[in-house]
């Protein structure tokens, strides 16, 4: 089982069937308990289930500089459009459904031709916001920034980090994509 408390994304592994039941936002899956959405891992010791527990729903302003984790909705030739779902250190929820834009050349500090092998719907990534008027940019910039999670296209199984790739433990598929340093760790709150 994860510590209590620990900010959680789809997908993440919270605990194992012989310790939990799923509860709240949580599903079991071969012996394991499964986070379905983005929230605080809790116990529920009345019925020794897991639960997630969404973030605070407050309205939370969108500020330039901030550090954001979105999920990717749309990879166009020259954008790649995604959904904020939290915003780094601001225990909050962000108001509403507000989405963002990364333009394909403030995606990597090195020059990138194609966003195809960069990101991919689905995918979980941190950037920083950079303009928020009249719509909101991002930038992933950086060995901090880029996915920090990301599931296989073939299975939607999480991937994992083999040097500088991404592997489906499930079936074996290689993926690229724009990595970041921590890919894995589901540090959420980490401001950059
Ligand atoms: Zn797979």
Redesign the pocket.
């Known amino acids: 089982m994860i510590e209590e408390g620990t900010t959680v994304l789809p997908g993440d592994k919270v605990a194992v069937s012989e310790e939990l039941k799923a509860g709240k936002s949580t599903y079991e899956e071969n012996g394991e308990i499964i986070a379905a959405v983005v929230g605080k891992f809790r116990v529920n010791r009345e019925e020794m289930s897991a639960e997630v527990e969404p973030l605070s729903s407050t309205p939370l302003l969108l500020h330039i500089g901030d550090t954001a984790i979105g999920e990717v909705k749309q990879v166009t030739e020259a954008m790649v459009i995604l959904k904020i779902i939290h915003i780094a250190g601001k225990h909050r929820q962000v108001a509403g459904e507000r989405d963002a834009a990364i333009h394909i050349s403030n995606v990597s500090d090195e020059f990138v031709e194609s966003l195809k092998g960069k990101y991919r719907i689905g995918d979980i990534l941190r950037g920083k916001i950079i303009r928020v008027e009249p719509a909101i940019q991002m930038s992933t910039r950086g060995k901090e920034f880029g996915v920090i999670k990301a599931?296989?296209?073939?299975?939607?199984?999480p991937?994992v980090k083999k040097g500088e790739i991404l592997e489906?433990?499930?079936?074996?598929?290689v993926e690229e994509r724009k990595i970041a340093d921590d890919y894995g760790a589901g540090d959420l709150d980490r401001v950059i």
């Open positions: 599931y296989c296209t073939n299975c939607r199984s991937l489906c433990p499930s079936c074996g598929r």
